[in-house]
């Protein structure tokens, strides 16, 4: 399995910014997805997750509200609109896709892109 985002930028605080993740390879083997970032000086973190099949979705508390994950099968694509953008929010964000029974326990990652949200 291959990712690859997409769609990094530099943006303005309250700004809206959407994350491609193009997704190839064995994907009938995969149950979930998920975007995870890492700001510099801290460890990467979830922000928010999908299941492959059934459309069951999981967010980090800093984002719920501002950020929607949504996944298109047909497309092999997972998508993280982000709205009202926070400084904190600057990060590089990741991709990431399992076959397991946890958003924590991905098996597949993708290159980073970089989210950059001035104040």
């Known amino acids: 399995v291959q990712l690859q985002a997409s769609g990094g930028g530099l943006v303005q605080a309250g700004d809206s910014l959407r994350l491609s993740c193009a997704v190839s390879g064995r994907t009938f083997s995969l149950s979930r997805a998920g975007w995870f970032r890492q700001a510099p000086g801290k460890e990467r973190e979830f922000v928010a997750g999908v299941t492959w099949n059934i459309d069951s979705t999981a967010y980090s508390g800093s984002v719920k509200g501002r950020f929607t994950i949504s996944r298109d099968n047909a497309k092999n694509t997972v998508y993280l609109q982000m709205n009202s953008l926070k400084p904190e929010d600057t990060a590089v964000y990741y991709c990431?896709?399992?076959?397991?029974?946890?958003?924590?326990?991905?098996?597949?990652w993708g290159k980073g892109t970089q989210v950059t949200v001035s104040s």
């Open positions: 990431a896709a399992g076959g397991g029974s946890s958003f924590y326990a991905m098996n597949y």
